[in-house]
């Protein structure tokens, strides 16, 4: 410690005491301040959360007044669009709207997942009319190929379903057999289920040569096709004017196949004869039996 006039200096100045003491009141100040700063910024976020939940309170209020409890916007008409023999009331039976609903509530997703989920129905489309009206269109799905089970189930019968473009499985109805169809044999009962896609590649593969077929000039030359998928190596097409040919399970190459089936045609058309066999899977030189025409 120093001395100063002979005495330890061990307290402090006046001076400094002055300074620390007007230091402790600056801090307590400052700390008031932030104090009612954070005072006032609690209450406007408390202000706030009240004015937002009693405005919510409110604008639900008029909401349920003006739109969901009012009578104007109730269902009460509903237009149903259909093609084919898709029938009105079966179609509102499917979409199972409830009577007297709300139609700014109506969930009309649901609706067309409901619609969507028949087999008979390819396409659905649903929108609101506002106030009141509820408009539904639906196609119905279009065969073009029956399919023909490995299981019989009565009087030598096999089971038989059709089957869509996309391979959508459907069931005949009352007095309808497809028998006008082209035809898919030779498939497992398990890889075709009502409603669901076809759980085969090779039936995929034998509705894709179908509609290649189809859009084929060779359409009107082969009469009506008959495939078979029995075979796990190859699709097997007959037609009420030739025999059996082969044909590669690959859809990319339909296409070539079927030129190299032309060929044959046009030549055995020339010579008055007509295919007993040929196998397409073979690029040249293509093996094919000609019989003549009787």
Not at 106 to 121: A, F, G, Y
Not at 160 to 182: C, K, N, T, W
Not at 227 to 238: F, I, P
Request: glycine share 6%; no cysteine.
């Amino acid at each position: 410690m120093k001395r100063k006039n002979g005495r330890l200096a061990d307290h402090p100045t006046r001076r400094q005491m002055g300074i620390s003491l007007e230091a402790v009141v600056k801090r307590q100040r400052r700390r008031g301040k932030s104090f009612r700063i954070l005072g006032g910024l609690f209450f406007a976020i408390g202000l706030l959360a009240t004015l937002f939940v009693l405005s919510g309170i409110g604008l639900h209020w008029v909401a349920r007044q003006a739109v969901f409890e009012n009578s104007k916007y109730k269902l009460v008409h509903i237009e149903v669009e259909t093609s084919g023999r898709l029938r009105r009331d079966q179609v509102l039976e499917w979409a199972e709207i409830p009577s007297q609903t709300n139609l700014v509530l109506l969930n009309i997703r649901e609706i067309r997942e409901r619609l969507m989920s028949q087999s008979e129905i390819g396409e659905a489309h649903v929108r609101k009319i506002l106030p009141n009206r509820l408009a539904i269109k639906v196609s119905e799905r279009r065969p073009m190929a029956r399919v023909v089970t490995n299981v019989i189930v009565g009087q030598g019968r096999a089971l038989m379903y059709a089957v869509d473009r996309q391979g959508i499985v459907m069931s005949p109805r009352p007095g309808e057999d497809f028998m006008h169809l082209p035809e898919i044999t030779g498939a497992n009962l398990i890889d075709v289920v009502q409603g669901e896609p076809v759980r085969s590649d090779a039936i995929m593969n034998a509705i894709e040569l179908l509609a290649a077929i189809e859009q084929s000039p060779l359409r009107s030359r082969i009469g009506r096709p008959r495939v078979d998928v029995s075979d796990d190596t190859v699709l097997r097409l007959s037609t009420s004017v030739t025999g059996w040919i082969t044909f590669a399970k690959s859809p990319a190459i339909f296409d070539q196949q079927l030129e190299r089936l032309g060929k044959i045609l046009d030549y055995a058309e020339k010579n008055s004869k007509k295919i007993q066999s040929a196998d397409l899977t073979v690029v040249r030189n293509v093996p094919a039996v000609l019989v003549s025409k009787r």
